[in-house]
């Protein structure tokens, strides 16, 4: 099992079971408790549907969170390194691109690796 899968799941998938949660605790509940009204005895069982659904929902909608905080904390990684080394570097990573003969993307990813950040000096 990877650890990793705690923290990324699909985060559509997690937005559509969000959305649809709702809709199938209304479903549910309501025909158990049309059921409960139909077969009544006294006790209203249908209660402890509703509140098996409702931690259903709860926990759809702190999946959703968590995706969303997720992919948020993603998007601010990504504007950092962007603030970081963004325009100096992609005009660096072009004119390497276009000099000479066509690069294969193994050596676009040692170029990466080897390449320095803005403003530091080679090790």
Not at 21 to 37: A, E, H, Q, S, T
Request: include cysteine; glycine fraction near 8%; charged fraction near 10%.
């Amino acid at each position: 099992m990877n650890p990793l899968n705690i923290l990324f799941h699909n985060p559509v998938s997690d937005v559509v079971r969000a959305v649809v949660m709702p809709f199938k605790f209304v479903f549910v509940v309501g025909l158990c408790g049309f059921i409960n009204y139909m077969t009544f005895n006294g006790i209203w069982w249908v209660k402890w549907v509703a509140f098996g659904m409702g931690i259903a929902v709860l926990a759809s909608w702190a999946r959703l969170i968590k995706s969303l905080l997720v992919l948020a904390v993603i998007g601010a990684i990504g504007y950092f390194v962007y603030k970081r080394y963004g325009a100096e570097a992609k005009a660096k990573y072009d004119a390497w691109r276009n000099e000479g003969a066509p690069k294969q993307p193994a050596n676009a990813v040692q170029f990466a690796l080897t390449s320095n950040a803005p403003g530091t000096s080679p090790a």
